[in-house]
């Protein structure tokens, strides 16, 4: 089991999960979680239907309120400093929410607002944008039209239009043709060469060992191994393929007191 010792969290890190703990009634989702992601880094966030990663992430990006620990974006408590710790980062939903009677030009534009970009840098940057993801056909249609694969398109679009220091990504891959996905990982890679901090949930394992410059495994709201891909597999020691080493680690039987959140985790 992963040992979240007190030393472990990062202190200088763009984004800090510090002894997260979340409950539902008696049920654990979320135990002693301590995650650090530095600026110029992709974490790859990895575990079984249920485990605890969507409840996580929305612990991170502040749908969800921790029982115990705290979230830290750029030094800012989410909780204790909402505004300016949401101000940096950027959320990718596994399911992709739209307001459908706005098309997707409209909408990005509505996002570029909400956080402030200048309305000439914003236009700009909508077309850019557009143009990487190849949306710019369906754009000026209302997003209720809109495939699931456009509708993940348009949301990684708006997830970018202020340029965040810290992207959280919830199953980025889901709906994408092969070409999209191939951007998507792309930008990923692009933005933390830029310096960006990502956190990446994702059942693709492939998609892991392409992008990811640590990973972390979670089982029943615990953290049981984490580390660069090559030290995974060094630890585990079953082979060479992160999906052998990811079989083996959340294979063990879960701590009495863990259990998954209502939903898919």
């Not at 891909?229 to 060479?240: G, W």
Request: glycine share 10%; charged share 25%.
């Amino acid at each position: 089991m992963f040992d979240c010792a007190p030393g472990h969290c990062y202190n200088r890190k763009m984004l800090t999960i510090d002894h997260l703990n979340k409950q539902f009634g008696d049920k654990t989702a979320v135990h002693d979680l301590c995650i650090g992601v530095p600026e110029g880094h992709l974490y790859a966030f990895l575990g079984p239907n249920g485990a605890g990663k969507t409840t996580t992430l929305k612990c991170v990006v502040g749908l969800l309120r921790p029982t115990a620990g705290r979230v830290l974006v750029g030094g800012h408590d989410m909780v204790g400093d909402p505004v300016a710790a949401k101000s940096l980062l950027a959320y990718v939903p596994d399911r992709p929410y739209l307001y459908e009677k706005l098309s997707g030009r409209e909408f990005l534009a509505f996002v570029g607002r909400l956080y402030g970009v200048d309305r000439k840098v914003c236009a700009e940057r909508i077309g850019e944008l557009l143009a990487l993801f190849d949306a710019e056909e369906w754009a000026d249609e209302l997003t209720e039209n809109y495939s699931h694969g456009m509708r993940q398109k348009i949301v990684m679009c708006a997830a970018l239009i202020h340029d965040p220091k810290v992207l959280i990504i919830d199953e980025p891959m889901v709906g994408l043709d092969p070409r999209s996905a191939k951007t998507v990982k792309t930008v990923l890679r692009e933005r933390v060469a830029e310096g960006c901090a990502i956190l990446m949930s994702t059942h693709t394992l492939s998609v892991a060992e392409e992008v990811a410059d640590r990973v972390g495994i979670i089982n029943r709201g615990r953290l049981v191994a984490e580390g660069t891909v090559a030290e995974l597999q060094r630890t585990a020691a079953v082979s060479d393929r992160l999906e052998d080493v990811f079989l083996e680690l959340t294979n063990a039987d879960p701590a009495p007191d863990a259990a998954p959140a209502p939903g898919k985790g």
